[in-house]
Protein backbone atom coordinates (compact mmCIF):
# COMPACT_ATOMS: atom_id res chain seq x y z
CA UNK A 1 0.00 0.00 0.00
CA UNK A 2 1.61 3.32 -0.86
CA UNK A 3 1.78 5.85 1.37
CA UNK A 4 -0.10 9.43 0.94
CA UNK A 5 1.88 12.21 -0.20
CA UNK A 6 2.24 14.33 3.09
CA UNK A 7 3.79 10.99 5.07
CA UNK A 8 6.46 9.76 2.03
CA UNK A 9 9.05 12.30 3.71
CA UNK A 10 8.53 10.37 7.21
CA UNK A 11 8.54 7.27 5.91
CA UNK A 12 11.54 7.41 3.74
CA UNK A 13 13.56 8.87 6.80
CA UNK A 14 12.23 6.00 8.86
CA UNK A 15 13.60 3.48 6.44
CA UNK A 16 17.29 5.31 6.13
CA UNK A 17 17.13 5.54 9.86
CA UNK A 18 16.59 1.71 10.57
CA UNK A 19 19.34 0.89 7.46
CA UNK A 20 21.35 -1.60 9.35
CA UNK A 21 24.45 -1.15 6.92
CA UNK A 22 23.81 2.81 7.02
CA UNK A 23 24.50 2.56 10.71
CA UNK A 24 27.53 0.03 10.64
CA UNK A 25 29.45 2.41 8.45
CA UNK A 26 28.97 5.92 10.23
CA UNK A 27 26.77 6.88 7.95
CA UNK A 28 24.56 9.75 8.72
CA UNK A 29 21.74 11.28 5.81
CA UNK A 30 18.94 13.56 5.80
CA UNK A 31 15.48 13.55 4.12
CA UNK A 32 15.51 17.15 1.80
CA UNK A 33 12.36 16.84 0.89
CA UNK A 34 9.82 13.74 -0.98
CA UNK A 35 6.95 15.43 -3.05
CA UNK A 36 5.18 13.67 -5.54
CA UNK A 37 7.22 10.62 -5.59
CA UNK A 38 10.79 12.28 -5.98
CA UNK A 39 13.16 11.83 -3.02
CA UNK A 40 16.18 14.11 -1.77
CA UNK A 41 18.54 13.09 0.25
CA UNK A 42 21.40 15.08 1.80
CA UNK A 43 24.33 12.97 3.00
CA UNK A 44 25.82 14.49 5.66
CA UNK A 45 28.39 12.16 7.46
CA UNK A 46 30.51 8.97 6.20
CA UNK A 47 32.22 9.52 3.22
CA UNK A 48 35.94 11.29 2.78
CA UNK A 49 35.91 14.54 1.68
CA UNK A 50 36.96 13.57 -2.14
CA UNK A 51 33.67 11.23 -2.38
CA UNK A 52 31.32 13.91 -0.47
CA UNK A 53 32.52 16.82 -3.12
CA UNK A 54 31.63 14.02 -5.93
CA UNK A 55 28.09 13.62 -4.76
CA UNK A 56 27.44 17.03 -4.28
CA UNK A 57 29.07 17.81 -8.10
CA UNK A 58 26.11 15.43 -8.84
CA UNK A 59 28.15 12.66 -10.09
CA UNK A 60 26.07 9.04 -9.88
CA UNK A 61 26.81 6.86 -7.46
CA UNK A 62 27.49 4.09 -9.34
CA UNK A 63 30.63 6.55 -11.34
CA UNK A 64 31.72 7.33 -7.61
CA UNK A 65 31.55 3.52 -6.78
CA UNK A 66 33.32 2.99 -10.29
CA UNK A 67 36.15 5.89 -10.02
CA UNK A 68 36.56 7.23 -6.51
CA UNK A 69 35.20 5.24 -3.79
CA UNK A 70 33.62 1.96 -3.62
CA UNK A 71 32.09 2.54 -0.18
CA UNK A 72 29.16 4.29 -1.76
CA UNK A 73 27.71 0.80 -2.39
CA UNK A 74 25.32 1.47 0.94
CA UNK A 75 23.86 4.18 -0.61
CA UNK A 76 23.63 2.55 -3.70
CA UNK A 77 21.83 -0.38 -1.79
CA UNK A 78 19.74 2.14 0.10
CA UNK A 79 18.73 3.70 -3.03
CA UNK A 80 17.60 0.12 -4.24
CA UNK A 81 15.91 -0.36 -1.39
CA UNK A 82 13.65 2.53 -1.85
CA UNK A 83 12.30 2.28 -5.03
CA UNK A 84 10.92 -0.67 -4.20
CA UNK A 85 8.00 1.80 -3.10
CA UNK A 86 5.37 2.04 -5.15
CA UNK A 87 5.35 5.63 -4.47
CA UNK A 88 9.12 6.45 -4.72
CA UNK A 89 9.93 7.43 -8.44
CA UNK A 90 13.20 9.05 -8.10
CA UNK A 91 15.78 9.55 -5.47
CA UNK A 92 19.01 11.91 -5.71
CA UNK A 93 21.63 12.90 -3.61
CA UNK A 94 23.12 15.38 -2.66
CA UNK A 95 26.00 16.96 0.17
CA UNK A 96 27.71 19.97 1.06
CA UNK A 97 30.81 20.87 -0.82
CA UNK A 98 33.73 20.21 1.81
CA UNK A 99 35.63 22.79 -0.19
CA UNK A 100 32.91 25.50 0.24
CA UNK A 101 33.29 27.78 2.48
CA UNK A 102 29.24 28.20 3.66
CA UNK A 103 27.69 28.28 6.50
CA UNK A 104 24.82 26.20 7.53
CA UNK A 105 23.20 22.91 5.57
CA UNK A 106 20.70 22.77 3.07
CA UNK A 107 17.43 23.20 4.45
CA UNK A 108 14.77 20.59 4.47
CA UNK A 109 11.23 20.46 4.27
CA UNK A 110 9.31 20.78 7.82
CA UNK A 111 7.55 17.29 8.93
CA UNK A 112 4.56 17.08 6.28
CA UNK A 113 2.93 14.80 8.24
CA UNK A 114 3.30 17.58 11.40
CA UNK A 115 1.43 20.06 8.55
CA UNK A 116 -0.96 17.92 7.15
CA UNK A 117 -2.43 16.94 10.98
CA UNK A 118 -2.25 20.83 11.58
CA UNK A 119 -4.44 21.39 8.48
CA UNK A 120 -6.76 18.44 9.19
CA UNK A 121 -7.21 19.93 13.01
CA UNK A 122 -7.92 23.38 12.03
CA UNK A 123 -10.70 22.61 9.40
CA UNK A 124 -12.15 19.98 11.78
CA UNK A 125 -12.33 22.94 14.46
CA UNK A 126 -13.90 25.31 11.92
CA UNK A 127 -16.61 22.18 11.15
CA UNK A 128 -17.33 21.68 14.49
CA UNK A 129 -17.81 25.47 15.87
CA UNK A 130 -20.30 26.41 12.73
CA UNK A 131 -22.57 22.93 13.53
CA UNK A 132 -22.39 24.02 17.16
CA UNK A 133 -23.60 27.67 16.23
CA UNK A 134 -26.19 26.18 14.00
CA UNK A 135 -27.05 24.03 16.96
CA UNK A 136 -27.26 26.59 19.30
CA UNK A 137 -29.90 28.81 16.95
CA UNK A 138 -32.12 25.91 15.82
CA UNK A 139 -32.16 25.31 19.74
CA UNK A 140 -33.02 29.21 20.76
CA UNK A 141 -35.86 29.06 17.80
CA UNK A 142 -37.66 25.96 17.83
CA UNK A 143 -36.99 25.55 21.99
CA UNK A 144 -38.92 28.83 22.49
CA UNK A 145 -41.36 27.82 19.69
CA UNK A 146 -42.71 24.32 21.48
CA UNK A 147 -42.89 25.03 25.13
CA UNK A 148 -44.59 21.52 25.05
CA UNK A 149 -41.52 19.81 24.34
CA UNK A 150 -38.89 19.46 27.03
CA UNK A 151 -35.96 21.91 26.66
CA UNK A 152 -33.44 18.70 27.11
CA UNK A 153 -35.02 16.43 24.51
CA UNK A 154 -34.55 19.23 21.95
CA UNK A 155 -30.95 19.70 22.92
CA UNK A 156 -30.51 15.66 22.93
CA UNK A 157 -31.68 15.72 18.89
CA UNK A 158 -29.73 18.85 18.48
CA UNK A 159 -26.48 17.52 19.89
CA UNK A 160 -26.91 13.99 17.98
CA UNK A 161 -27.72 15.30 14.76
CA UNK A 162 -24.62 18.06 15.24
CA UNK A 163 -22.56 14.59 15.87
CA UNK A 164 -24.03 13.13 12.60
CA UNK A 165 -23.17 16.21 10.78
CA UNK A 166 -19.05 16.12 12.35
CA UNK A 167 -19.07 12.19 11.29
CA UNK A 168 -18.03 12.47 7.77
CA UNK A 169 -15.75 15.65 8.41
CA UNK A 170 -13.99 12.78 10.93
CA UNK A 171 -13.54 10.25 8.61
CA UNK A 172 -12.00 12.87 5.90
CA UNK A 173 -9.83 15.44 7.64
CA UNK A 174 -8.61 13.39 11.38
CA UNK A 175 -5.72 11.47 11.13
CA UNK A 176 -6.76 7.88 11.06
CA UNK A 177 -10.17 9.01 11.58
CA UNK A 178 -11.23 6.79 8.75
CA UNK A 179 -10.42 3.91 10.88
CA UNK A 180 -13.38 5.25 14.25
CA UNK A 181 -15.60 7.58 12.76
CA UNK A 182 -18.24 5.27 12.82
CA UNK A 183 -17.72 4.85 16.81
CA UNK A 184 -19.08 8.95 17.19
CA UNK A 185 -22.51 7.00 15.74
CA UNK A 186 -23.43 5.46 18.62
CA UNK A 187 -23.69 8.39 20.89
CA UNK A 188 -25.05 10.12 17.89
CA UNK A 189 -27.89 7.82 17.60
CA UNK A 190 -28.69 7.12 21.35
CA UNK A 191 -28.93 10.91 22.32
CA UNK A 192 -31.47 11.30 19.17
CA UNK A 193 -33.42 8.14 20.27
CA UNK A 194 -33.37 9.18 23.85
CA UNK A 195 -34.51 12.82 22.30
CA UNK A 196 -38.06 11.62 21.07
CA UNK A 197 -38.29 9.18 23.90
CA UNK A 198 -38.89 12.44 26.22
CA UNK A 199 -41.02 13.75 23.49
CA UNK A 200 -43.40 11.11 23.30
CA UNK A 201 -43.55 10.21 26.77
CA UNK A 202 -43.92 14.19 27.88
CA UNK A 203 -47.24 14.35 24.90
CA UNK A 204 -48.35 11.40 26.97
CA UNK A 205 -48.01 12.74 30.27
CA UNK A 206 -50.27 16.13 28.63
CA UNK A 207 -52.73 13.75 27.09
CA UNK A 208 -53.64 11.92 30.36
Request: contains cysteine; aromatic residues 8%.
Amino acid sequence: MSCSAPCLWRDVKEDLDANPKLRQRGVVVDVLSANNGYITIDVQKGFSPRTTKAISQGKSLRDIQMFTDSSVDVLIEAEEILKKRPDVKSVSWQADDPDASSTGGPKRDADPCFKDSLQRTLILGVVVIGVLALGLLAFKRFGKQTPSIPLTSTHKIISGISIIIISPVVYWFVPAGSSWWFFLLVPALFLIGSGIAQINSSKRAKTK
